[in-house]
Every structure is written in C-alpha cells, then in structure tokens.
C-alpha cells in the first residue's frame, strides 16, 4: 500500500501563486507515476498534471498549461504542483494520485490522497 498526503492549499487571490505537495508514505520502492486531479463543488473530478517516475515525461490539463508545473523528488517521495496565475475557477479539492503509467485518466491511478483544499478568491 502507498499512502499519499497533500499541503499546501489555502486562500489566494486571483493571481496568486501556490504550491501544492504530496508526500507518499509505505510501498514507495516501486517507480510509480504521480498525478494531480482536482474536483469543484458540484463538478466532476478532473485530470489537471502528471508525471512519470523519472519526471522525463510531463503532462497538463489544457486549461492549466503555462501557469501550473508538475515536478518531484524522488529522494524525498514528493510531488509538488506549482501554481501561478490563480483563477477563482481553479477553486477546488487537488487531491494526488499514483500509478503504474503517467495518465490524465483516472481509474488508472491506484493511490489517492484525501486532497487539499485550493480557494481562489476574485
């Protein structure tokens, strides 16, 4: 089992930057790609960033390319999601997943953190 543990959400206003973490606990010693999805009051949960084990290969929601980046450390078993630019619609729970391949679907990610919540204010 991984557990997975996000911080790092607040209140920011519109413009602001913030940088989200997740730490990843227990069975960490296979090379699990990691992602970030997030879901808004009333909305379906969806794919915002992720990435591949080696951090070699990236990938990003359309609506966050440019003003989010994905990145890890894999000494430290941290994924963090850097965000600038906040839009009051980037409002929501950002909850961190991990999994076998680096995906913006996800029923392929097998680990969830309880999420962080991320409030953009206008």
């Known amino acids: 089992q991984v557990q997975l543990v996000e911080s790092g959400g607040g209140l920011v206003q519109a413009g602001g930057s913030l940088r989200l973490s997740c730490a990843a606990s227990?069975?960490?010693?296979?090379?699990?790609?990691m992602g970030w999805f997030r879901q808004a009051p009333g909305k379906e949960r969806e794919f915002v960033a992720a990435?591949?084990?080696?951090?070699?290969?990236?990938a990003y929601a359309d609506s966050v390319k440019g003003r989010f980046t994905i990145a890890r450390d894999n000494a430290k078993n941290t994924v963090y999601l850097q965000m600038s630019s906040l839009k009051p619609e980037d409002t929501a729970v950002y909850c961190c997943?991990?999994?076998?391949?680096?995906?913006?679907?996800?029923?392929?990610?097998?680990?969830w953190g309880q999420g962080t919540q991320v409030t953009v204010s206008s």
């Open positions: 227990g069975r960490t010693g296979g090379k699990l790609a």
């Open positions: 997943a991990a999994g076998a391949i680096t995906s913006p679907s996800s029923p392929v990610y097998d680990y």
């Open positions: 990435i591949s084990w080696s951090g070699a290969s990236t």
